[in-house]
C-alpha cells in the first residue's frame, strides 16, 4: 500500500542536543508537510514543500529547519530542542491541486529530557 | 483568511446512539472543506471531504457531513457510534485558489461510552 512513514515513532533526546526526525512516502506526491502537534491541540503547520520550493510558516522557530534531498524523503531538523518542544510531530503528502487531502504519516512523538 | 470553529471540544454519547460534531467556518471565498479522525497516537485519517456539488457527503465508517454555505457549516454525523469511533476528530478549511495552507479546527474529542 502506498504510504507516509515516520521515523522513528518515539524519539528521546537531550535538552540541546540536535535531533532529526525522518518521513518518506511511496505517494509520489510533490507536496510534502511537517506539523508540530502538542497534547489536545490541532496540528500547527511548521513547513512545507511544493517540490523542492520551501515554504516557512512566518511563526515557526529559527531552531526547526527542514531538508528534502528528493521526491520521497523530508527531514525535520531541530537544532537545539528545548522543552516546549516536546511533541508529536507529523508529515503529510499531497498532491498538487488544492482539492486533494493531505496523508498523513503516523507521526514520531519527541520527548525533551 | 479562513478560519474554523468546533463548537464541543468534547463530546459524550453512548454507543449505537446518533452523533453530531458541529463545525462552522469563515472564509471571503470558496472553500474546500474536510473531516479528518485522529485515533490514540496515529496520524490523522481523512474521513471525507466536500469539494463541489451535492452538500451532503458520505464518508468512510459510516459518517456523512452537510455542506451548508448560508451558514457556514459543515456539520459531521453519524447515525449509530460504536465503540471503536472513539478519537479525536478534526474539521479542516482550504480556500479553493491560492497558497493558504489547510487550516484546522481546534478538534473535539468524541468518547463513546459502553
Known amino acids: 500500500d502506498a504510504m507516509v512513514i515516520q521515523n522513528p515513532r518515539y524519539q528521546v533526546t537531550q535538552f540541546g542536543k540536535p535531533v532529526t526526525l525522518s518521513c518518506s512516502q511511496t505517494l509520489n506526491h510533490n507536496v510534502m508537510y511537517w506539523y508540530q502537534q502538542k497534547s489536545s491541540q490541532a496540528p500547527k503547520l511548521l513547513f512545507h514543500?511544493?517540490?523542492?520550493?520551501?515554504?516557512n510558516e512566518a511563526d515557526t522557530p529559527d531552531n526547526f529547519q527542514s531538508r528534502r534531498p528528493n521526491t520521497s524523503f523530508c527531514f525535520l531538523d531541530i537544532r537545539s530542542p528545548g522543552l516546549g518542544d516536546a511533541a508529536m510531530y507529523l508529515c503529510?503528502?499531497?498532491?498538487?491541486?488544492?482539492?486533494?487531502?493531505?496523508?498523513f504519516g503516523d507521526g514520531t512523538r519527541l520527548s525533551i529530557l | 483568511a479562513q478560519s474554523v470553529t468546533q463548537l464541543d471540544s468534547q463530546v459524550p454519547v453512548f454507543e449505537e446512539a446518533p452523533v453530531e460534531l458541529r463545525c462552522n467556518y469563515s472564509?471571503?471565498?470558496?472553500?474546500?472543506l474536510f473531516w479528518y479522525v485522529q485515533y490514540p497516537n496515529q496520524g490523522l485519517q481523512l474521513l471525507l471531504k466536500y469539494l463541489s456539488g451535492s452538500t451532503l457527503v458520505k464518508g468512510i465508517n459510516g459518517f456523512e457531513a452537510e455542506f451548508n454555505k448560508s451558514q457556514t457549516s459543515f456539520h459531521l454525523r453519524k447515525p449509530s457510534v460504536h465503540i471503536s469511533d472513539t478519537a479525536e476528530y478534526f474539521c479542516a478549511v482550504t480556500p479553493n485558489s491560492g497558497n493558504t495552507p489547510l487550516v484546522f479546527g481546534k478538534g473535539t474529542r468524541l468518547s463513546v461510552i459502553a
Open positions: 503529510a503528502t499531497s498532491g498538487l491541486k488544492r482539492n486533494q487531502p493531505q496523508h
Open positions: 472564509s471571503s471565498v470558496s472553500v474546500y
Open positions: 514543500y511544493y517540490d523542492k520550493d520551501f515554504n
